[in-house]
């Protein structure tokens, strides 16, 4: 487990559906422990009081960690229901999350983002990736493509973005404001 910032720290581990290697964070609030989109914690985190997810297919280990409380898109509740994981507190862009988190349109319907301003933090899970950071392939987006994610994800280039956090890609620390604004960019203009 690495430190990104006092708070706030992030694990790689294997995703044996995805083949690849994943991130997940843990955040230290005031709510007590969130782990995001968690994917077999290390053994030194004790058990969660919350799990916070971007979208349904991050859903990953949070059945096995027993959290008081599951939040994640009010459009990927059934989905996770399927899988077996019970959310308590669905979300809506604009909804207060756990660790003064704020959920964000993403531009994918199943999927936010999360803005900790504590942290300063914006946290992705499937629409942008890192190394460099980018918008995900128009594949993952479905209707809409990477001009959706742009129109919903321009309006947090007015926050005081420090750090650009990602699942996929190879960083966890992606970039920051003037990173995710070149990502946006670079992504086609709606038409």
Not at 71 to 76: D, E, F, I, L
Not at 78 to 93: F, K, Q, Y
Not at 109 to 132: M, N
Request: contains cysteine; hydrophobic residues 45%; proline residues 8%.
């Amino acid at each position: 487990m690495e430190q990104l910032a006092p708070g706030l720290s992030y694990w790689v581990a294997y995703h044996p559906e995805w083949k690849e290697d994943v991130v997940s964070y843990a955040l230290e609030s005031n709510d007590g422990l969130v782990l995001v989109d968690p994917l077999l914690p290390p053994r030194e985190l004790r058990r969660p009081d919350h799990v916070l997810l971007t979208v349904y297919w991050h859903g990953r280990s949070t059945g096995d960690l027993r959290a008081k409380r599951v939040w994640a898109p009010h459009r990927s509740v059934r989905a996770l229901e399927r899988r077996g994981i019970a959310v308590t507190d669905p979300l809506r862009p604009g909804d207060a999350g756990p660790g003064d988190s704020q959920a964000l349109a993403s531009g994918r319907a199943a999927e936010l983002v999360y803005w900790l301003p504590v942290l300063r933090a914006l946290l992705a899970g499937d629409v942008l990736l890192g190394a460099p950071l980018r918008i995900c392939p128009d594949g993952w987006v479905g209707k809409g493509g990477k001009a959706a994610v742009r129109e919903a994800l321009t309006p947090a280039l007015d926050l005081s973005i420090e750090r650009v956090l990602v699942s996929h890609g190879g960083f966890a620390l992606a970039g920051d404001r003037k990173a995710l604004a070149q990502a946006l960019r670079q992504a086609p203009s709606a038409a």
